[in-house]
């Protein structure tokens, strides 16, 4: 069963950095595509980074020079690195996988940064 587990949010002074971590079991970077969302109160959920089986990275331009994408193969893990963050950025952050060869997606439960101004 594929599984996501986020960690590393929190309440963070406009300016710092957090660093989110998604720990994925039950699938592989081999076949699996993965990305970091986030959902803000009233907003639809947008894509914020993503990082292909190939290792290709992305960043949404809002956030582009800020956030890195980064994935560790030895742990199944893919990380946020958030830096200079802003009152903007507050949201709830959710890991996605997608299966390149089944087209399933999987979701964490999402974890909370929150940036106070």
């Known amino acids: 069963q594929v599984q996501l587990v986020e960690s590393g949010g929190g309440l963070v002074q406009t300016g710092g950095s957090l660093r989110l971590s998604c720990s994925a079991s039950?699938?592989?970077?081999?076949?699996?595509?993965m990305g970091w969302y986030r959902q803000a109160p009233g907003k639809q959920r947008e894509l914020v980074a993503s990082?292909?089986?190939?290792?290709?990275?992305n960043v949404v331009g809002s956030v582009k020079g800020r956030f890195t994408i980064s994935r560790d193969s030895a742990k199944n893990t893919i990380t946020l690195q958030m830096n200079s963050l802003k009152f903007e950025d507050t949201a709830v952050y959710y890991c996605?996988?997608?299966?390149?060869?089944?087209?399933?997606?999987?979701w964490g439960q999402g974890t909370q940064v929150t940036v106070s101004s």
């Open positions: 990082i292909t089986r190939g290792g290709s990275t």
């Open positions: 039950g699938i592989t970077f081999s076949i699996a595509d």
């Open positions: 996605n996988a997608r299966n390149s060869f089944t087209l399933r997606a999987y």
